[in-house]
């Protein structure tokens, strides 16, 4: 729902498959199939999206989003994950973690003219601000940028005590993969490259 109001209406089937690469280097994208567009009102569609881009701007993920060089909108969520009983109010430090709420949050950039669509949900995580925006303000870095976090910036962000990028960045062609994803020197590529290659 998020690409398609990015895109003005306009639908897409959803696919996993970028490109499929044979061994002998041939290359073959599946077909791109369209769908016929939601008939929504340009002026409604550039209000939602004015809206969101307030969340990045003075809202929910303001600081998640201080100090990108791109413009993004976003809308952060949080969805109970275990009823509370009338009257009682809602404590995580009393929880068990699995019964915390969950930590939602949907993007869209550049919001001039959105070309990314991102949503994350990490469980039991509590408010969309504090655990699932800042993972989608490193992947929207990421895609738009060519950029990796810092090392101390993942940890931060793993243990949910970070908004904004912190540390230096790194260009993503210069990571190996191995590095990001903990595995031991067997893959010897770098990270994948951004979407636009």
Do not use: C, W
Request: glycine content about 10%; charged content about 20%; overall charge neutral.
């Amino acid at each position: 729902a998020t690409a398609v109001l990015g895109a003005g209406g306009q639908r897409h089937v959803p696919h996993l498959v970028r490109a499929i690469v044979a061994a002998d280097g041939s290359r073959r994208e599946p077909p791109r199939e369209v769908l016929a567009p939601l008939p929504l009102a340009p002026g409604h569609v550039r209000a939602v999206l004015d809206a969101m881009e307030g969340v990045t701007i003075e809202g929910t993920s303001a600081r998640v989003f201080a100090g990108a060089p791109y413009r993004s909108g976003g809308k952060t969520g949080t969805a109970q994950a275990v009823a509370i009983r009338a009257g009682a109010r809602y404590d995580a430090a009393k929880l068990a973690e699995h019964q915390r709420d969950h930590s939602l949050y949907i993007a869209l950039a550049p919001i001039e003219a959105p070309r990314v669509a991102v949503a994350a949900i990490v469980e039991n995580a509590g408010f969309g601000a504090v655990a699932a925006a800042p993972i989608v303000r490193r992947a929207l870095d990421y895609l738009l940028l060519g950029q990796i976090p810092s090392e101390d910036d993942i940890v931060l962000t793993q243990q949910g005590r970070t908004a904004a990028p912190v540390g230096t960045p790194r260009r993503a062609d210069e990571v190996p993969i191995e590095a990001l994803i903990g595995l031991p020197g067997a893959i010897a590529a770098g990270a994948a490259a951004p979407a636009g290659e």
